[in-house]
């Protein structure tokens, strides 16, 4: 069964509403600055709790100071292929292990930081879960500030992203064909 690949779309920055500056020849001061690709790997994990489907979900702080809910994802290390890093920063973000049991897709963003823009494109996987217990304790980066258990139903409404929803939503589409693979 083929799945769309949700993608964000492929727009030019937007200047702030206030003090926008554009540059010479209608370029923003960001889309002048340099740009660095980062690739991550993800996804969602799940396992049946009190015969609900659930779905482990971290929470960070972003630099506005606000938190934010998502998937859990992380770089790649060294020669690891997308799917290992996903199943490594899922445990390492919630504490629990799983297995892959189907790609969900990747989605792609734009962010400016410290004098560059960053292209980054996240992949994401579906995990069964097979074991561990919630905590935020193994995050090597501490980037996790919080860890839940959230019913797939919720799930939407609680993440932050609308492109995490739309992988939370094929999710979703795919559970019925894997549902034979959870415990």
Request: glycine residues 8%.
């Given at each position: ?162 492109n995490e929803r739309r992988i939370a939503d094929l999710a979703r589409e795919v ?9």
């Amino acid at each position: 069964m083929s799945h769309p690949v949700p993608s964000a779309p492929k727009r030019p920055p937007l200047p702030s509403a206030i003090g926008a500056h554009i540059a010479p020849g209608g370029q923003s001061p960001a889309s002048l600055l340099p740009t660095v690709e980062e690739v991550s790997a993800g996804g969602v994990v799940v396992s049946k709790h009190d015969g609900a489907l659930q779905v482990a979900i971290i929470a960070r702080v972003n630099r506005g100071g606000r938190l934010e809910w998502c998937l859990p994802k992380g770089h790649p290390e060294n020669v690891e292929t997308h799917e290992e890093a996903a199943v490594r920063e899922i445990a390492e973000e919630t504490g629990i292990d799983g297995e892959i049991l189907a790609p969900l897709g990747s989605i792609d963003y734009w962010f400016t930081v410290s004098g560059h823009r960053v292209h980054k494109t996240v992949h994401h996987y579906l995990l069964r879960a097979t074991g561990g217990e919630l905590t935020i304790e193994n995050d090597p980066d501490h980037e996790a500030v919080d860890v839940a258990w959230v019913t797939l139903a919720e799930l939407p409404k609680r993440l932050t992203f609308p492109n995490e929803r739309r992988i939370a939503d094929l999710a979703r589409e795919v559970l019925p064909a894997e549902l034979g693979q959870l415990p």
